[in-house]
């Protein structure tokens, strides 16, 4: 994101004296442009100016030349001699441009460089080196590591190189002492990445007074009004056959020459300081100035070497099989939908790629150390094609940050002028009076805005002055305005805004956030209001988990060919049933899960990991079942709205998305501490969590074990059971297969289940509860054990008991299952505790015998027995 340097922002705009970046981050912020993080220097002194008095150069055993030197530091830091006289200190230094009479940086013991590396006098070579002279990537100034820097080719005017003193502080004079903001900058703010859009907006918040530097520099850019082909210095052509969304790529491409540039210019210090602290290199004085004028202004500009150019230059679409190698050295596939900047070499017009236009230039046709003839482009391009082109050939440029957010289409010529008079001024280059200018902008919509509008959308109660005001002070340009209803000519710099509701954004923006009254706004209450029932559910199921002792958790819907291996789903059966994502975030899930403990899995495979060995969590989502026979999706136009036919072929051809939810147990479920029990997770903490889903739904859900060659792979084949409501499958519940625990690296015995909820809530009646009154009778309490064959389930004998009872039944609760020697071979025993309670009398001894007796012909016919 940009960063601000109070310095350079003064250029534009009147900023009080004393102003600190934290104000400055705080006045920024009043109107939208957020605070990143204000940065602060990682470089300390003492860092001083140093002379070389002498060089000696000195062959090492190594095949190294290092040079022992003497540096002046000036008298508070040089060193002192036996008889107290200063002294010159001796440096050793291996860098091959040293050099007696030079002016160097030098870093003193006690200074820190970034990096957290301190200097102190360390013997080296056979000498005590008392200091370090400092290159610019030591410095955290850029990556040059080919020598130290040398101050009288830093960029410094001979005077200033003369006016430097030995022992001179050298952190403010290159800033090192200076902290820069760095701040936020929502993508539809474009000129924001700009000195001019930051002070503009620096005036809006504060109210200073604020130069427009493009005012001065159009006034001053030729304008050459006969644009035919061939005038100019160089034809230009622009030819786009193939336009992304009917939008021409290049709508103005202008051309500026400059001659007699002398090679090698070296770039002034300001510049350099203020390239650096923005976090670019500092290159060569062409490209410098360049970016400089991208930075200023905001108008991302290209500089060629015009002897290497053969026109006409050609903006056209890139041909099918076409690469280029970028400056950056890697090679690239262009796509048809790449636009690029050509040349036309022998004639054959727009046949060599210089580069995709916007984003970066290739290798030919660059400045050199040779280069005396300078071509400047200034363009402004689409911003869809800049935004393509840079993520299909992941190049983030600076260029195409510009372009992809949009640029002002009206300052091509200004920007030019100013990368001319710096080339002018510091390479001694002469300028062109013929640019060729190709303007197929178009002229702005105007915008109809009622006055009225800021009140009703943002809840202000402005006149129409003040709200003209602001308008014309971010730059639109207004008329009418006499019935409240203005037409508004937004900015050229200003491409975001395009809608009356923008307009009313912007005011509210300048007039202040802060002063927007908070107001409850009243909501018309028809029909239906609150949760719908499914909603309720839904919080009632995660409500009841959490009372359970489990955790939420939220996991990506993203699986893989992994996740199918390790819960040994064949893949080739679930791929095709399943929504493949096009651009996946990790290509080795590239799938949206079927089923949610997959991805829970992850998550508790994760805490695990962690050191985490207790875990119960649960989630709710959504599944995802693709249908192989739905109609493809249409391809809908973007900015208009969809018709209801249309909406209908984009719910048909989506996949269906059942709410789903999960939960696994693994670790201790139960741990009182040294004296109490211990119990490891098991299928029945599972059966627990669906068994309380149930009775918070109000829902009878029963379970079905299949036989053991049934059992999906994932489940253990004797701890598994399907959820049922009714005759419908709602879900499974289980023990996890120990070949799943073993693949994923989870405890055996790891305890799950997964419901489907869009399908229970389906069988709910969601009628009202009716509330039976209490009984304040008497209850009656028995254990009752039956012995009875081990096929038959505790929940056919749970029924058989309901039915004998019949209505005296308060509750009954199994407490008790055993097997062994005592009821035989094939047989178990059950035990229930079972509460009586009628609600109209006491219930006497022979209504609890008759009762009893009830409930031993029924259970019987099952074949079980009462034990005494």
């Not at 020459?257 to 602290?277: C, I, K, Q, V």
């Not at 399943?578 to 899995?601: G, K």
């Amino acid at each position: 994101m940009p960063m601000v340097d109070i310095d350079w922002l003064r250029d534009h705009v009147d900023v009080p004296e004393g102003l600190t970046y934290e104000q400055l981050a705080k006045d920024l912020v009043r109107v939208g442009l957020e605070e990143e993080e204000i940065h602060q220097s990682q470089v300390t002194g003492p860092i001083v100016v140093g002379y070389v008095v002498d060089a000696t150069p000195e062959p090492q055993k190594n095949g190294k030349v290092i040079n022992w030197c003497h540096v002046d530091v000036g008298d508070e830091y040089n060193d002192v001699d036996g008889d107290g006289n200063k002294v010159p200190r001796g440096i050793v230094c291996g860098a091959p441009n040293m050099r007696a009479g030079e002016k160097v940086v030098v870093t003193l013991p006690g200074a820190v460089l970034p990096g957290d590396f301190r200097i102190e006098p360390r013997k080296t070579y056979g000498h005590v080196s008392d200091g370090m002279c400092a290159s610019e990537r030591e410095l955290g100034l850029g990556d040059s590591h080919d020598g130290i820097i040398l101050l009288g080719d830093y960029g410094f005017t001979p005077e200033q190189v003369e006016a430097l003193k030995p022992g001179d502080d050298v952190m403010h004079l290159l800033h090192l002492d200076q902290p820069i903001l760095e701040i936020n900058v929502t993508p539809d703010r474009g000129y924001a990445f700009s000195y001019r859009g930051i002070a503009r907006e620096f005036h809006n918040s504060t109210g200073a007074e604020f130069t427009d530097p493009v005012t001065d520099l159009e006034s001053r850019a030729p304008h050459i009004e006969d644009q035919e082909a061939g005038k100019g210095d160089i034809e230009v052509i622009v030819q786009d056959d193939n336009p992304i969304r009917g939008v021409a790529g290049c709508d103005r491409y202008y051309a500026r020459a400059l001659h007699g540039y002398r090679p090698g210019s070296p770039t002034p210090n300001w510049m350099r300081r203020r390239l650096t602290r923005a976090g670019m290199r500092s290159l060569s004085l062409p490209v410098d100035v360049t970016n400089y004028v991208m930075m200023d202004i905001g108008q991302p500009m290209h500089a060629y070497d015009l002897d290497k150019i053969e026109g006409p230059i050609v903006v056209r679409r890139a041909r099918q099989g076409e690469t280029l190698v970028t400056l950056d050295g890697k090679e690239h596939d262009l796509d048809p939908e790449d636009l690029l900047i050509t040349d036309s070499p022998n004639g054959e017009q727009g046949s060599r790629i210089l580069g995709i236009a916007g984003v970066m230039g290739g290798q030919y046709g660059e400045v050199t150390d040779e280069t005396t003839n300078i071509l400047l482009e200034a363009a402004h391009f689409d911003q869809v094609s800049i935004a393509r082109s840079s993520r299909r050939h992941k190049i983030p440029s600076e260029a195409a940050r510009r372009f992809e957010r949009g640029v002002d289409d009206q300052i091509q010529p200004a920007a030019a002028q100013q990368a001319v008079d710096l080339l002018v001024e510091y390479g001694n280059a002469t300028a062109s009076d013929t640019p060729r200018d190709v303007d197929d902008t178009q002229r702005r919509k105007h915008i109809v805005f009622k006055a009225s509008e800021v009140e009703r959308v943002a809840g202000l109660e402005l006149d129409l002055n003040e709200i003209s005001a602001i308008l014309t002070d971010i730059g639109c340009a207004l008329g009418g305005g006499g019935n409240g209803e203005l037409t508004v000519v937004p900015p050229s710099w200003r491409p975001d805004l395009t809608e009356p509701c923008d307009l009313v954004e912007e005011v509210a923006r300048i007039y202040g956030y802060d002063r927007i009254p908070t107001r409850v706004p009243n909501a018309p209450v028809t029909g239906h209001v609150g949760l719908t029932a499914d909603q309720l559910h839904q919080r009632q199921v995660a409500d009841e988990l959490a009372q359970y002792g489990m955790v939420e958790t939220l996991s990506y819907p993203f699986v893989g060919p992994a996740d199918y291996k390790a819960f040994s789903i064949d893949a080739q059966q679930v791929e095709p049933v399943s929504v493949e994502i096009v651009n996946p975030l990790a290509a080795d899930r590239p799938f949206l899960r079927r089923e949610i403990l997959l991805t829970l899995a992850q998550t508790l495979l994760r805490n695990v990991h962690r050191g985490l060995e207790n875990v119960s969590v649960y989630e709710l989502g959504h599944v995802y079942l693709a249908d192989p026979d739905a109609p493809a999706i249409p391809a809908l136009p973007g900015g208009v709205l969809p018709s209801d036919e249309q909406l209908a072929a984009l719910d048909a051809g989506l996949p269906e998305q059942p709410l789903h939810v999960a939960g696994m147990f693994t670790g201790l479920v139960e741990d009182n501490g040294w004296l109490g029990d211990k119990r490891p997770a098991d299928w029945t903490d599972a059966v627990e969590a669906v068994r309380r889903i149930g009775a918070c739904l109000g829902a009878d859900l029963t379970l079905e074990q299949p036989d053991a060659q049934a059992v999906p792979a994932q489940w253990h084949p004797g701890r598994m059971a399907h959820v049922m409501a009714g005759e419908v499958p709602v879900g499974m519940v289980g023990e996890l297969h120990p070949h799943v625990d073993d693949a994923l690296g989870l405890p055996h015995h790891t305890a799950a289940f997964e419901l489907d909820l869009t399908t229970l809530f389906s069988t709910l009646s969601n009628k009202p509860v009716r509330a039976k009154p209490i009984s304040t009778f008497p209850l009656v309490r028995q254990d009752l054990a039956f012995t009875l064959p081990q096929d038959v389930t505790a929940a056919q004998l749970k029924a058989a008991i309901e039915e004998g009872a019949g209505d005296v039944l308060e509750s009954i609760e199994l407490f008790d299952v055993y097997t062994g020697d005592q009821v035989g071979e094939g047989m178990k025993s059950l035990a229930y505790a079972v509460t009586f309670r009628a609600p109209d009398r006491t219930l006497t001894a022979q209504d609890n015998e008759a009762t009893r007796a009830r409930i031993v012909e029924r259970t019987a016919l099952l074949g079980a027995q009462l034990r005494a």
